[in-house]
């Protein structure tokens, strides 16, 4: 054989022969259903069940940047998807009407979930519960800038996970430890690893004062605060193609100054509306929210009626992430893919003032509230408790001479029951101050759960314990209080608001927890 491939008629008969076989080979590659999968490695173990692994065949693999991409023949005869063509686009137009069916997303929600890996609870769970967590997607092998954006999740996820072990890492200005935190460690590695690589694109359409602006004073302060530190962050990039995760700058609190009309009797048409018209402005002129259904895009909204304004178009409500102050379970608010956000009033805009109190020992007052008589919870509280103890401070109002801020350094306890909504401001209000907060509330998510333990430093009582609240705070030994009272401000560094904003605060912790709910997805595109 060899002598005949040396000699020179077989030589030319072999390269008249070779690309015969070449064609006839690749032909009969084609037939053979071979096809290229995506398979996620970052869980650590073997990513192909054993079902899988006798489907697929022979396999040989090529590691890409902690991925692999694995050759797999369909020897069973299936039928095999096609790869989507580059030129084609598959992706769903935007509906907006309210009546209609829900789309679902293009999104596979990460089923071991990295808010449950913090706070170590099953509040956080996938909402996709029967997808596999080794699920192979197809790609191309020229794989696009929304591959290459999930591959550096992936890594994320990775190193996050590698946290675990709880390796010290180091930090030149905090280091989270202790048990204000579900896990510290893999906290801390998370928020290294949004510092590192998070990008946000803010969209740009729309005009003041409804887009791009809010609030940065009063009860709604936090949602002005968000949307101008956010449109001044490092985190942002101009380059749609190089985000993670896509901003919409609108602010409800704006809507209802400057579009809600008192005299309408549906009044919630003209603002919900706008919404419409904004978000169908947006998937119009970009296909980033058509390729997720919105998915991968996040709005803020601290007004109580700023979940119902997300209504307005159906997948903003259902897919998208709302970082909100009105966090109630009862109204839609889903902790898997939703952020609670703290309500801080800033009457001027700054802490100044606010922040500072004196130390355990000369604190006389047991627990302090004063607040009008909104809704059912303070109706009780007040039934209970308004001038019938000394020890208990509950009052509707307070006496002109008395300052409210005086009050909170002189409390150990801090009452925060629910108004008409569940938001409130006195949770913050009693960190700022030294007071340990009691929380009353129904369906509540508090700011921040997925990575603080609010059990460690505030007090949680039950609506029906009301009136047994004097036993409940007084069955809580001195001991226990200082250490709730000093968790308390430990952790009254994640809900500071900074000009600029620093590093761990409370702008950080909303878009950590943004962070934590896009590792929880993996966005499949079709180019």
């Known amino acids: 054989m060899g002598s005949w491939r040396n000699s020179s008629s077989g030589k030319i008969l072999w390269l008249i022969i070779m690309p015969l076989m070449l064609i006839f080979g690749f032909m009969a590659l084609k037939k053979s259903n071979w096809d290229i999968r995506f398979v996620n490695y970052y869980s650590g173990g073997s990513s192909v069940t054993e079902d899988d692994s006798a489907a697929a065949g022979p396999i040989s693999s090529e590691n890409l940047g ?21 030129s084609s686009s598959s992706s769903p137009t935007i509906t907006l009407e309210e009546d209609m069916d829900m789309q679902q997303p293009n999104v596979t929600m990460e089923e071991d979930n990295f808010a449950t890996m ?124 190089k985000a993670h995760i896509f901003f919409l700058p609108i602010s409800s609190t704006m809507m209802v100054r400057f579009i809600l009309d008192r005299k309408s009797q549906d009044h919630w048409r003209p603002m919900k509306r ?70 801080i009033l800033l009457r ?26 909104h809704g059912p919870i303070r109706t009780i509280l007040l039934e209970h408790w308004e001038n019938k103890d000394p020890d208990i401070q509950v009052h509707t109002y307070l006496p002109k001479s008395v300052s409210y801020m005086d009050m909170l350094r002189q409390s150990r306890y801090c009452i925060s029951p629910s108004g008409y909504e569940v938001a409130s401001p006195r949770m913050v209000e009693a960190l700022y101050t030294g007071c340990v907060p009691v929380l009353i509330k129904d369906h509540y998510v508090a700011p921040f759960s997925d990575i603080l333990n609010w059990k460690s430093f505030a007090v949680i009582v039950d609506v029906e314990d009301i009136p047994n609240l004097k036993k409940i705070l007084m069955g809580i030994s001195t001991r ?45 595109g079709t180019n």
């Open 66 to 86: 902690g991925l692999e991409w694995r050759w797999t023949a369909d020897g069973g005869g299936g039928q095999m998807d096609e790869a989507p063509s580059p």
């Open 118 to 241: 913090l706070n170590g609870t099953e509040m956080f769970i996938s909402t996709n519960e029967t997808h596999d967590p080794t699920t192979i997607v197809e790609v191309q092998r020229n794989y696009s800038g929304l591959y290459k954006l999930e591959a550096s999740l992936v890594q994320a996820r990775a190193a996050i996970k590698e946290a675990r072990n709880g390796n010290q890492m180091n930090d030149p200005e905090y280091v989270p430890y202790g048990p204000i935190y579900w896990n510290a460690s893999i906290f801390h590695k998370s928020y290294l690893e949004m510092e590192k690589m998070l990008k946000v694109y803010v969209y740009e359409e729309g005009e003041p004062p409804i887009f791009h602006n809010g609030p940065c004073k009063s009860i709604y302060a936090m949602e002005g605060n968000f949307i101008f530190q956010m449109e001044t962050s490092k985190f942002r990039t101009w380059d749609p193609e």
């Open 274 to 343: 706008t919404v419409k018209d904004y978000v169908e402005l947006v998937a119009s002129k970009h296909p980033f929210w058509n390729r997720s259904l919105g998915a991968d895009h996040f709005i803020v909204a601290c007004h109580d009626w700023g979940p119902e304004l997300s209504k307005a178009v159906p997948n903003l409500f259902t897919n998208s992430i709302r970082a909100l102050c009105n966090a109630n379970t009862s109204e839609g608010f889903k902790p898997s893919k939703d952020v609670s956000i703290p309500e």
């Open 348 to 373: 001027d805009g700054t802490m100044h003032g606010l922040v500072g109190g004196p130390s355990p020992r000369q604190r006389r007052v047991l627990a302090f509230f004063a607040g009008g008589v």
């Open 480 to 524: 226990q209080y200082l250490r709730m009272q000093r968790r308390g401000k430990q952790v009254k560094r994640h809900f500071e608001v900074n000009h600029p904003p620093k590093r761990y605060d409370v702008f950080h912790m909303i878009l950590h927890s943004v962070w934590l709910r896009r590792l929880n997805a993996r966005i499949h």
